[in-house]
């Protein structure tokens, strides 16, 4: 376990944007049954958390794509830590829709991009992958040289795992799921026999019930 991934799952517990509560189970839009939520816009909220999160992408963007020409984020969740994280670096910033405005310039990336730019991508939440990596999509038809992704959070589903193999997309996280239950059991947010739900629901999140 890396010190910066559990300095994030303690940032995400300790300001609320992580829900743990599986005898109370959220409904996610997908229709899943869920024992946890997470809210990483609340991250902004907070001066401490926000920083620490942006100097975490920029570390990692730094390291792994020093020839970055542009930061994208995935609309809307990941378009207010792009922006820091754009500037952090001195980078041009864009964002990507999850389709094309049906009014107006029906544009669905939104700034400036040149063809055959070099683009990191930017999201705050990876589930299945599937809404990340139709950003990604828009962004290579827009003839840009995707290098990679950084997002906050990843609940390390198989899935997407299998979606950003498929896609060739290189998935970087700062926190993950794993970790975080980790720290929830050893910080007291959770009890060890709610730990065992969380990672019995996370290998099954569709059949799951509570």
């Given amino acids: 376990m890396k010190e910066n991934e559990k300095k994030v799952a303690e940032i995400l ?46 570390r990692i963007i730094r390291e792994k794509y020093p ?51 070099k683009v990191v991508v930017i999201e705050d939440l990876i589930s299945t992958g599937n809404s990340s990596l139709n950003a990604v999509a828009a962004l290579r038809e827009a003839k840009t040289r995707v290098l990679g992704m950084v997002a906050i959070f990843s609940y390390q589903f198989q899935v997407a795992e299998n979606n950003f193999k498929e896609s ?10 794993s970790v975080l239950i980790e720290q929830a059991e050893k910080t007291g947010f959770i009890s060890p026999e709610k730990k065992e739900t969380l990672k019995k629901w996370r290998k099954d999140p569709g059949n799951w019930t509570p």
């Avoid at 909220?45 to 620490?52: D, G």
């Avoid at 994280?85 to 001195?90: F, N, R, S």
């Fill in 13 to 58: 517990l300790q300001i609320k944007s992580i829900k743990l509560d599986p005898a109370n189970p959220f409904t996610w839009a997908s229709g899943w049954k869920s024992p946890i939520y997470c809210d990483n816009r609340k991250t902004l909220s907070f001066p401490e958390a926000r920083t620490f999160l942006k100097a975490d992408f920029a």
């Fill in 168 to 177: 060739g997309v290189e998935l970087t996280t700062l926190g993950n799921y």
């Fill in 67 to 117: 020839d970055v020409e542009l930061i994208a984020g995935v609309a809307t969740g990941a378009i207010a830590i792009g922006v820091l994280v754009a500037e952090e670096l001195g980078l041009p910033f864009v964002y990507v829709r999850p389709k094309a405005k049906d009014h107006g310039l029906g544009n669905q990336i939104e700034g400036v991009l040149q063809e055959g730019q």
